[in-house]
């Protein structure tokens, strides 16, 4: 009130409303921060106190004790764990190196004017649709030993003598998952690699034309450079998605054969709801958030650095 | 001489489409391929599933698995099929409520963000983004432990609460996006003319960004409708039961039954598939953003 009584303050009017503006800010957010922060903060903050405990939730006699680092010092000496990052660094590797080839050519040809495209584009949006556990069950069929349509095509095609028990050998049986995986990512990655390709202007193409650049030519020099923070992205990506991968692992093979698919965010699963090893999986499940935090914050810079935030 | 450049230039058109053609055979074969599996092994007569190799084009379409989930499911021999119907009335109303609950609150967050002067907000986005990346086994533990101390376990309001918070920064991300592209004079116009920030946003804003709206819903009830993980872990019992677990559970009992599971796999996916079919356009530009994160 007492700025009221100086006649050279700026208009009260414009005041009230930065004012109101600001507060208005706070009360849309308030809900929805409510949602995101209070049930996904809470449980970080939470494991922050029980990472450094064993609760002995099966041995309930002995009651919760604090252990220190004894957990983080468990998870480098468990050989498990290790292998359980090395395999979903496998899964991210190879899924790249599959998925992203096939997408960048399902991009160019989407990119191509032809009847019916529009049909085209829905008809890919059909794989990212389906339930990712209904996923599992269509390669399931695909890949059963005894009646499965990957046998069946193989055989008939001569390729193999008999069947095989493909998803009881170790050996494959991770490698077949990051292909099923692969059929699932291929729409997103494509709508990405199909939206560089659109920001990329038609008259470098037709400048690269008059000067006699042939298709290979105008691809390798042109659409690639232009399409490498599309890449990066999908890199950065596709590398967070492998530490999320749970559903289709847990319909095809649980983790088995002898371990053999269980990446990590199945292994958290199998320490913290299997075996009740809560404080362990509590402190698993920081190493991976801090693991993701890293990748986005990589991913947040190329958004901003390499001008991809308008496109995407 | 010109004649000669035009005859080579349509030489290499029709090359280029020729491997066009091919190309598209391969993308409709690669993508639709395993969904024919799925289609194919829901209507094989009982007897022609076991064939070796396998029955590619099932003699007669037999509806009877269908028949089985839908209509008979209380029959005894169709134990395995009971309850079907009853998850995905309960996966309808879960991702409803996700929805309703995402796009009403997510709007007004992301107007906040995409408007007014909010404090830190590289930071907050930044934070928004993260979340969105977590995945739900990351922090389902302390959550789990939380839920059962204070019995809200096996509720489906449990679900829409959890899923919410999930999709919601996804929601806040798309539509910051959608209402930043909006011109911001039509707002200030209806600014001038009286109306108060909230008046504009209601009858200026929303109005304008019903596309946006549409494709950040269409996320958020296809997201929800797909989501295994926390059904998994957060419900236990028939009564809540989403399709996404019902279908997961035929696998373990019924493995063999491959023409009950294909039908209950369509059933389940019906809903979502139509709904990216129908708001494809939409969905479309969304997609980008959010479908690569698994």
Known sequence: ????????????????????????????????????????????????????????????????????????????????????????????????????????????????????????????MIPWAI???????????????????????????????????????????????VVAEVWVSTPGLTLLFLAGLQTIPSELYEAASCDGAGVLQKFWYITLPLLKPMGLVALVLKTISAFGIFDIIYVLTGGGPA???????????????????????????????AIILGLVFIYSRILRFEGVQETV | ???????????????????????????????????????????????????????????????????????????????AARGFVRSLLNTFLVASGVTFLSVTLGSLAAYAYARLAMPFREKIIFLLLFTEMLPGVVIALPLYLTIRQIGLMDKLITLVILECSFSLPFTIWILRGYFLSLPRELEDAAMVDGCSRVGALFRVVYPLATPGLFAAAAFAFIGSWNAFFLPLIFTSSAETRTAPLAVSLLIGRFYVQFGLLAAAGTLASITPVVLALLFQRYVLSGLVAGALKG
């Open chain 1, 259 to 289: 371990n053999s698919t269980q990446v990590l965010g199945y292994y958290i699963y199998m320490e913290s709801f299997k075996y009740l090893h809560v404080g362990y999986g509590a402190a698993l499940s920081y190493v991976i958030a």
């Open chain 1, 1 to 124: 009130m007492r700025v009221l009584s100086q006649p050279e303050q700026r208009p009260l009017r414009q005041r009230r409303f930065m004012l109101s503006d600001r507060w208005l800010g706070w009360l849309l957010v308030a809900p929805s921060f409510l949602f995101i922060f209070g049930l996904l903060g809470y449980p970080l903050l939470y494991s922050l106190t029980i990472m450094f405990m064993d609760l002995n939730i099966t041995r309930p006699w002995i009651g919760p004790q604090f252990v220190g680092l004894g957990n983080f010092i468990d998870m480098v000496q468990n050989s498990e764990f290790w292998a359980s990052l090395g395999r979903t660094l496998y899964f991210a590797a190879v899924s790249i190196v599959l998925g992203t080839p096939i997408a960048l050519v399902f991009a160019i040809i989407l990119n191509q004017d032809f009847p019916l495209r529009g049909l085209a584009r829905g008809l890919m």
């Open chain 1, 131 to 177: 339930p990712h556990v209904v996923n599992g069950v269509i390669w399931a069929r695909i890949y059963d030993a005894n009646y499965g349509m990957l046998n069946g095509l193989l055989y008939q095609f001569w390729i193999i003598q008999g069947y095989i028990p493909w998803l009881t050998n170790p050996n494959l049986a991770l490698f077949l998952i």
């Open chain 2, 1 to 79: 001489m010109r004649l000669v450049y035009r005859r080579g230039f349509n030489l290499s058109r029709t090359i280029s489409k020729i491997l066009l053609y091919f190309g598209l055979a391969f993308f409709l074969i690669y993508m639709l391929g395993p969904v024919y599996v799925m289609l194919i092994t829901s209507v094989t007569p009982e007897r022609e599933q076991l064939a070796v190799p396998p029955a590619w084009f099932p003699s007669n379409v037999d509806i009877s698995q269908y028949m089985n989930i839908l209509i008979y499911a209380d029959r005894p021999e169709n134990v």
